[in-house]
T-cell receptor
Framework: NAGVTQTPKFQVLKTGQSMTLQCAQD?????MYWYRQDPGMGLRLIYYSASEGTTDKGEVPNGYNVSRLNKREFSLRLESAAPSQTSVYFCASSGRGPRWFFGPGTRLTVL | GESVGLHLPTLSVQEGDNSIINCAYS??????FIWYKQESGKGPQFIID?????DKRQGQRVTVLLNKTVKHLSLQIAATQPGDSAVYFC????????????FGTGTLLAVQP
């Protein structure tokens, strides 16, 4: 099993550009999540999907949209990137119980 | 302690000593409390969890203590090794239909050889 995979690993955008971060999991988990991590900080929840077909806002949803494409895939879209969105983005998934599995992260810089 | 901006609380220990990392949580309704380890350039990795109806749980070289009276969680690492150097986060999970995981700000553990 690959676990949780994310693409791309690195990305540089100019202010106003758009992009989609991709995430996939092969553990048949119902729930998937997008977090952002700023330097020296903890992870903050952007959006989550408790099951296929549902999505909900987390702590910091402004400027982002998500799509739960199917049970495996959960994408995060930045429609008009801003420098404040420079961060490391982590996707995670969970099944029953408290264990979340995290991807390796996407390092995004917005100039 | 709590971190502000870019300054993570740091715990520096000698190799072989025991480490204790502390965390304060805010939500009394959380079902689970979980410790994660994050090495540089990687995603968080699950270490151990404890349910809200427990006070203590032991794993391999790690022990988590939960004090619900003062909303305090700690992670004890026995015989700390250089490979334990990382940022450690506590997280709370309310479970149920929402099943969200909310993270604390983290502590940097630096193991001196």
């Amino acid at each position: 099993n690959a676990g949780v995979t994310q693409t791309p690993k690195f990305q540089v955008l100019k202010t106003g550009q758009s992009m989609t971060l991709q995430c996939a999991q092969d553990m048949n988990h119902n729930s998937m999540y997008w977090y952002r991590q700023d330097p020296g900080m903890g992870l903050r929840l952007i959006y989550y999907s408790a099951s296929e077909g549902t999505t909900d806002k987390g702590e910091v949803p402004n400027g982002y949209n998500v799509s739960r494409l199917n049970k495996r895939e959960f994408s995060l879209r930045l429609e008009s990137a801003a420098p404040s969105q420079t961060s490391v983005y982590f996707c995670a998934s969970s099944g029953r119980g408290p264990r979340w599995f995290f991807g390796p992260g996407t390092r995004l810089t917005v100039l | 302690g709590e971190s502000v901006g870019l300054h993570l609380p740091t715990l520096s220990v000698q190799e072989g000593d025991n480490s204790i990392i502390n965390c304060a949580y805010s939500n009394s309704a959380s079902d689970y409390f979980i410790w994660y380890k994050q090495e540089s350039g990687k995603g968080p990795q699950f270490i151990i969890d404890i349910r809200s109806n427990m006070d203590k749980r032991q794993g391999q070289r790690v022990t988590v203590l939960l004090n619900k009276t003062v909303k305090h969680l700690s992670l004890q690492i026995a015989a700390t090794q250089p490979g334990d150097s990382a940022v450690y986060f506590c997280a709370e999970n309310m479970g149920g239909a929402t099943n969200k995981l909310i993270f604390g700000t983290g502590t940097l553990l630096a193991v001196q050889p």
